[in-house]
């Protein structure tokens, strides 16, 4: 089964999950008495959230592990031994076989491509069944050990919105990360565009070609002052000439003639 199969199989585990959990919160809160921390609900996200997350996580992890780990089984095949070396030509060929052991591609530009495509069929059913297998056996396991705590005494409450807490901890941190390595990116582009490029040229040069670039003088044809005058040019004086009268107008006239209806 693929990765992709497999979300939607975990997904709808944790659906009966859900079910089974508060289905078994709720028989105990009718045959007990007293007062109880949470509501079948509760244990039933509690449950369902420990029997998603784990092979969720996992599969995650193995969506960008596998590929690499395909790619390894088909070069230690002896078919692979007739692979050019590191290159170009290399890569092109494994991707080939792979989109032939997919049925993403009808035809090949090498013969080699045709020889490698069963064995990538063959280490990606292989490994699509080891994700099945370790997917199973951590949602299974996750079920287990939430459903078997299901009890009047236990608080579920407190351990879903702890793991609501903890997964939007992780969003926030994914985007200061995202955020963080976005302005590194910009920074060290930057840098090493000014290396090449003086920044008097660019941000005073009037010519702005970059199709073409003179290695002996790249800053003749990056100069950015066309692009300023034209961004302010476009966004400032030619929106505020149609901006100021229409929205001045208007005013004037909801303001002091336009009958209350209209208004």
């Known amino acids: 089964m693929s990765v992709g199969a497999l979300f939607f199989v ?8 859900w079910f089974m959990a508060r289905a078994r919160a709720a028989a105990f ?22 029997t998603i997350i784990p092979p969720v ?43 032939l052991a997919r049925g993403q591609a009808f035809g090949a530009f090498h013969d080699l491509s045709e020889v490698l495509a069963p064995a990538y069929a063959a280490a990606q059913a292989r490994f699509n069944w080891i994700a099945t297998a370790l997917a199973a056996t ?7 050990f939430a459903y078997l705590r299901v009890r009047p005494q236990f608080a579920a409450r407190t351990h879903v919105e702890r793991i609501v807490m903890i997964a939007l901890l992780a969003a926030s941190l994914i985007a200061i990360l995202t955020t963080v390595g976005i ?9 090493r565009f000014f290396s090449i ?3 008097t040229d660019f941000l005073f040069g009037t010519h702005w070609s970059p199709q073409v670039i003179d290695a002996r003088d790249p800053g003749a044809s990056l100069g950015a002052l066309p692009l300023f005058w034209g961004t302010f040019f476009i966004g400032a ?11 001045l107008m208007s005013a004037i006239y909801l303001t002091q003639y336009a009958k209350p209806r209209t208004r």
Do not use: C, K
């Not at 975990?10 to 659906?15: H, K, Q, R, S, T």
């Open 197 to 199: 490029v003086p920044i």
């Open 138 to 144: 951590l949602a299974f396991a996750g079920f287990a």
């Open 57 to 99: 996580a996992f599969l995650s992890i193995w969506s960008f592990t596998s590929p690499a780990l395909v790619t390894d089984a088909v070069i230690a095949t002896p078919a692979a031994a007739a692979l050019p070396a590191q290159g170009f030509e290399r890569a092109a060929i494994l991707s080939e076989a792979r989109n």
């Open 29 to 50: 809160r009718g045959s007990t008495s007293g007062r109880f921390t949470a509501l079948p609900g509760h244990y039933g996200w509690y449950v369902a959230l420990w």
């Open 237 to 247: 004086i030619i929106a505020m000439i149609v901006a100021i009268p229409f929205g």
């Open 183 to 191: 302005v590194a990116s910009l920074v060290f582009e930057s840098a």
């Open 10 to 17: 975990v997904a709808a585990f944790g659906l009966i999950a």
